[in-house]
Structures are given as structure tokens and as C-alpha cells.
């Protein structure tokens, strides 16, 4: 791999408002959601903000297993990174995530009990582009090396 590979993942993964966001149903079937991006300078984590109440979060807690998918349209480039995902509500995690205007989402606030932050932990990340597709460690992206 080159590091241009590594390069063009974070690029992605840098440029992209929303992440569609893969999790496991009760009854084993793959499930995707469409979620806000929360930037981050690490190929490895990545963070999202939700509702403690939605069925999301329940999977997650059920089942650890997810997969995050960043893309590119226009260019036909897209990135599926693979890993689990925790469900973080201590109240650090909420702070350090909170932005001006979720209050739309969480009248009570930072403290609202409604209100969690999703930290997915990635392991690999599948990236296509053109007619390439290949498969890499978080290690071989983070470093740019083989």
C-alpha cells in the first residue's frame, strides 16, 4: 500500500458530513443508519452523537459488532471500516462532544439522559475506488505502510 491510499482514506473520512452507520438486529440482520460525523484526527476512532433511547444503541449493547461507511459520490469512492462500537454516557465523553444547537435534539442539555456518544473502534477498512478495492489493517492506514 501507499501511503497515498492511507492519504486518500483520511481524506474521505476528513471530508464527509455523514456516515452511514452499519449495526446487527436482534434477529442477526444487518441494519444501516445515515448519522452526522464527528471530526476526529484518528483513523482508528470515531465518534458519533445519538439518542440513549434508540434502537441503534440497543443493538449496539446487544451486539458490539459495526461498520462505519464514509463516501465520496461524485468520485465513486467510498470506505467501509470494520470494528465494534461502545456506547459511552459518562458525562466527559458528552461534554467533550457537545455542540451549540443540540439542545434541538436534547432539551435537558449536556446531562440530558437522552443523550450519548457513539465510539466506534475500528480494526480494518475495506476502500474502493475506480475498479481497485483492498482491504487494510487501521495500523497500515495510520502509518501509510504495508
Same mark, same amino acid.
Given at each position: 500500500m501507499s501511503k497515498n491510499i492511507a492519504s486518500e482514506i483520511k481524506k474521505l473520512r476528513k471530508n464527509s458530513k455523514f456516515?452511514? /452507520?452499519?449495526? /446487527?438486529?436482534e434477529d442477526g440482520f444487518?441494519?444501516?443508519?445515515?448519522m452526522f460525523t464527528i471530526k476526529s484526527d484518528?483513523?482508528?476512532? !470515531?465518534?458519533?452523537?445519538t439518542n440513549t433511547s434508540s434502537k441503534r444503541v440497543a443493538q449496539f449493547l446487544s451486539n458490539p459488532k459495526a461498520s462505519v461507511y464514509y463516501c465520496n459520490e461524485t468520485m465513486f469512492k467510498g470506505a467501509m471500516f470494520a470494528g465494534t462500537m461502545e456506547v459511552c454516557k459518562d458525562s466527559d465523553t458528552k461534554e467533550r462532544f457537545w455542540n451549540k444547537g443540540d439542545e434541538k435534539y436534547y432539551p435537558q442539555g449536556v446531562t440530558d439522559p437522552d443523550y450519548c456518544i457513539l465510539k466506534f473502534n475500528a480494526?480494518? /477498512?475495506n476502500f474502493? !475506488?475506480?475498479?481497485?478495492?483492498?482491504?487494510?489493517?487501521?495500523?497500515?492506514v495510520e502509518t501509510g505502510n504495508e
Open positions: 456516515a452511514y /452507520v452499519g449495526s /446487527v438486529s444487518p441494519q444501516i443508519k445515515c484518528d483513523a482508528r476512532i !470515531h465518534y458519533f452523537s480494526e480494518s /477498512v474502493y !475506488h475506480g475498479l481497485s478495492n483492498m482491504t487494510l489493517s487501521i495500523d497500515e
